[in-house]
Nanobody, 132 residues
């Protein structure tokens, strides 16, 4: 049974930083992708960042967070992180981690094209609030 358990998040002022964690268990495939998505009330959930399980752990970001957010995994590849810097009120949302075992690799532009419905497993969500 695959389980994704999130931690982190909270409230921060404009320009601040936060780090989210997503501990994954029960995922035994060699190749899969994981990602972070976010959603604000009244809007569709959107992918923010993705990482694959290749030896290089390829990553991709949407343009609005590229250069500010960093997605990574620990050496054991059991925990995924999203380090968020220079946060703005526009980043306020519920953030979810997700996994897709049918995704083999991440290339530039993939996170924007990877439909929400393609993610198989989800974390419970964690709120990020950035005040101005």
């Amino acid at each position: 049974q695959v389980e994704l358990v999130q931690s982190g998040g909270g409230s921060v002022q404009n320009g601040g930083s936060l780090k989210l964690s997503c501990k994954v268990s029960g995922l035994n495939e060699k190749f899969y992708c994981m990602g972070w998505l976010r959603q604000v009330p009244g809007k569709e959930r959107e992918g923010v960042a993705m990482i694959d399980n290749d030896s290089r752990m390829n990553t991709d970001y949407i343009d609005s967070v590229r250069g500010r957010f960093t997605i990574s995994k620990d050496e054991a590849r059991t925990t995924m992180y999203l380090e968020m810097n220079r946060l703005s009120p526009d980043d306020t949302a519920m953030y979810y981690c997700a996994a897709d075992t049918r995704c083999m690799t991440v290339v530039y532009g993939k996170v924007a094209r990877h439909g929400v419905g393609r993610w198989e497993y989800w974390g419970q969500g964690t709120q990020v609030t950035v005040s101005s």
